[in-house]
C-alpha cells in the first residue's frame, strides 16, 4: 500500500506540473482526490488493514493528500499568475499615442455678431423681445401705418400663408406685440428672421435677419435715438466711429432716417468697402409715429419713443469683409471655419 500511496503522489505530481491552465488542474484533482478518484479508492481499502497497520497508513494516506492539494494550490496560483500577465500584455493601452483630435463646432458669423449686438443692448439697460415668424397681416402692415394698398408694402412682397397670414417682411411688428403686453417705460431689441419674395443674389436672400429697437417713455427725443445709436455703433465698430443721420421715409416713425456709420475701414476718408462715400448706411429709424403708438394703446400725448431696424447681415459682411451673403446659408465649412 505504501508503494502504491508512493506512485499516486509521484504521478500526481507529475501531472500537476505538466498543467498548463486551470482545467488541467481540476482533472488531475478529480483523477486523484475525487469521489471516485485513485486516493480515496486507496482510503476505501484502509477497512480491510490490521488494528497496527491502519493508524500509520491513514496517517500516510492523509499526508500524501494534504500534499496533493498544497500542490493544486500552488499551481492554481502560478497559472493565474500567468494568465494575468498575458491579459495584462494583450489588453495593454499605449498612452504615448497622440490622440484622435475631437473638433469642436464654434458660433456662426451671424451668431457672433448678434451676440454681441445683444451685450451692447443689454448694457444699455434694453430687454430682448421676440415675436412670431408667421405673422397677422395686422401687425406686419396695418398696425404699423402700412394699409392695404400702400406702397410701401411693394418693397417688402412676401409669402402669404392665408390672405392675412404671412412670413413677417420686418421685426417691425414685434413693437406692437410689445407695446400691447407692456406699459411704458418700454426699452426692447427683437432680433429675428425676416422673409421677402427675393431672389437670390450676392445682397438678397428670402430669409434674412433683423434687429428691432423701441423706447417708448416720456419726454423721448431724437436726441436719445441719436446717442443711443452713437453708442452702439462706438461699441461695435470702435471708439472712433461717426454716426451720421439721413432724412428719410418710414411709414410708422415721424420724423424718420437712415443712420450711417463711418467707413470703419478708411475712417471716412473713402474707399471699396464705402464705395467712396466714407459712410455705410446700416440702420433705419425715427420717432414712433403717433398713429403706431395709439395702435399699441400708448397715449401719444404722454408718451414718445424712438424705434429704429438693422439688418443683421449687413453688420456682419460689413464687420468681416464678406462680399456675398449666400455664404452665411451655405454651411461650407471652408468658409464657416475662419470665425
Ligand atoms: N422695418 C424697416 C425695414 O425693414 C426697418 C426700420 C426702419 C425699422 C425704421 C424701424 C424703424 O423700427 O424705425 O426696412
Redesign the pocket.
Known amino acids: 500500500m505504501r508503494e502504491q500511496l508512493e506512485l499516486i503522489q509521484k504521478s500526481a505530481e507529475d501531472e500537476l506540473k505538466r498543467a498548463e491552465s486551470q482545467t488541467d488542474i481540476e482533472a488531475t484533482r478529480i483523477k486523484y482526490l475525487g469521489k471516485k478518484g485513485e486516493l480515496t479508492a486507496v482510503l476505501k481499502r484502509m477497512g480491510s488493514l490490521s488494528a497496527e497497520d491502519r493508524p500509520i497508513f491513514g496517517q500516510l494516506a492523509n499526508e500524501v493528500r494534504s500534499d496533493i492539494e498544497n500542490q493544486i494550490a500552488k499551481k492554481v496560483e502560478s497559472i493565474k499568475a500567468v494568465e494575468m500577465a498575458a491579459r495584462l500584455q494583450s489588453e495593454a493601452i499605449d498612452i504615448t499615442v497622440p490622440g484622435i483630435k475631437q473638433r469642436i463646432g464654434h458660433k456662426h458669423p451671424l451668431s457672433i455678431v448678434l451676440d454681441e449686438v445683444k451685450d451692447i443692448f443689454l448694457g444699455l439697460g434694453f430687454c430682448i423681445a421676440t415675436g412670431p415668424e408667421i405673422e397677422w397681416d395686422y401687425y406686419n402692415f396695418e398696425a404699423l401705418n402700412i394699409p392695404k394698398n400702400h406702397p410701401a408694402r411693394d418693397t417688402?412682397d412676401t409669402f402669404y400663408i392665408t390672405e392675412n397670414m404671412l412670413l413677417r417682411?420686418?421685426?417691425?411688428p414685434v413693437?406692437i406685440r410689445v407695446m400691447e403686453k407692456q406699459a411704458p417705460p418700454i426699452r426692447i431689441i427683437a432680433p429675428g428672421r425676416?422673409y421677402r419674395s427675393d431672389a437670390v443674389d450676392a445682397t438678397h436672400s428670402p430669409l434674412f435677419h433683423?434687429i428691432?429697437?423701441?423706447v417708448v417713455d416720456k419726454g423721448i427725443t431724437m436726441g436719445h435715438l441719436k446717442g443711443c445709436l452713437d453708442a452702439f455703433a462706438k461699441c461695435l465698430y470702435g471708439e472712433d466711429t461717426k454716426i451720421r443721420l439721413r432724412p428719410h421715409h418710414?411709414p410708422?416713425?415721424e420724423p424718420?432716417c437712415e443712420i450711417d456709420v463711418s467707413c470703419f475701414r478708411c475712417g471716412g476718408k473713402g474707399c471699396a468697402m464705402c464705395k467712396g462715400e466714407g459712410w455705410i448706411e446700416i440702420?433705419?429709424?425715427?420717432m414712433?409715429h403717433p398713429k403706431v403708438l395709439k395702435t399699441g394703446g400708448i397715449d401719444p400725448d404722454e408718451y414718445s419713443g424712438?424705434?429704429?431696424?438693422v439688418?443683421l447681415e449687413r453688420l456682419v459682411m460689413f464687420r468681416f469683409s464678406i462680399d456675398d451673403l449666400r455664404l452665411f446659408y451655405e454651411n461650407d465649412l471652408r468658409f464657416l471655419s475662419q470665425f
Open positions: 417688402q417682411t420686418q421685426t417691425s413693437q425676416v433683423q428691432e429697437g423701441l418710414f410708422f416713425t424718420s440702420l433705419g429709424g425715427g414712433v424712438f424705434a429704429f431696424g439688418g
